[in-house]
């Protein structure tokens, strides 16, 4: 038959719910589709602002990488449309909401729970490096759950979105690598060096490197200046995986499908 029709959404499709947050660029809203009673998130971005700070190329660029990305663990773009003044992209709504509040609330994760986000996150970014998709970003405040629990990468826009994060969130620099903070250029480790500082803060509750000042947390992480705390107590197992992962040289960190295999996510992340 006929090639697939591709379907132009109008707002006219969607019943708008509650706000879900805001962005730099304009609103969130939860939204069901009419016909299919379907629950997403409707992200409006309004044109003028989009131009004003010229990223309407790095928004095309990326509804076109988003849209060919389908993972468990990656938040789905569905589609967008857009009007005289918006751009309206239509997104996966995740039931259980933004996971730094989670761990903001509970401190810090079970070894159980940060083995079983991790080797999520792992699968995930395997499965990005494949679609040669490097850098999701995954600092807490792009990470959502879903209704089972499960984590997705929300990637929440290349870093214009000021989405409820944390004030000690815009640019932050707790998440860069040591390649990136001297600013060459970075592939795919860049993503286990990030998971590696999540995956401490999930444990410990502060990224490793955390200082006062951003002059510190540079130095700190250019010297790869990791210290595990007495407190909470962590299996040695937990600290070994971590410090494979932060490496100062890019070819010596854990490769994603070894991390898969190291011996505190086979004992202690949920089977997927
Ligand atoms: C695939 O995802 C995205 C793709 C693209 C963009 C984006 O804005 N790109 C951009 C914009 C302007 C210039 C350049 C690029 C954003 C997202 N993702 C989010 O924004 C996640 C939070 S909104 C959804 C959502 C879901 N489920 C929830 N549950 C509770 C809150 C909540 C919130």
Known sequence: GAAAEIKRWTLNDF??????????????????????????????????????????????????????????????????????????????????????????????????????YVASLARALIYCHGKHVIHRDIKPENLLVGAEGELKIADFGWSVHTFNRRRTMCGTLDYLPPEMVESVEHDASVDIWSLGVLCYEFLYGVPPFEAKEHSDTYKRILQVNLKFPSKPVVSSSAKDLISQMLVKETSQRLPLHKLLEHPWIVQNAEPS
């Open 15 to 116: 019943d708008i719910g509650k706000p879900l947050g805001r962005g730099k660029f304009g609103h969130v809203y939860l939204a069901r589709e009419k016909r299919s009673t379907h629950i997403v998130a409707l992200k409006v971005l309004f044109k003028s602002q989009l131009k004003q700070s010229q990223v309407e190329h790095q928004l095309r660029r990326e509804v076109e990488i988003q849209s060919h990305l389908r993972h468990p663990n990656i938040l789905r773009l569905y589609g967008y449309f857009y009007d005289q003044k918006r751009v309206y992209l239509i997104l996966e709504y995740a039931a259980k909401g933004e996971l730094y509040k989670e761990l903001q609330k509970c401190k810090y994760f079970s070894e159980r729970r940060a083995a079983t």
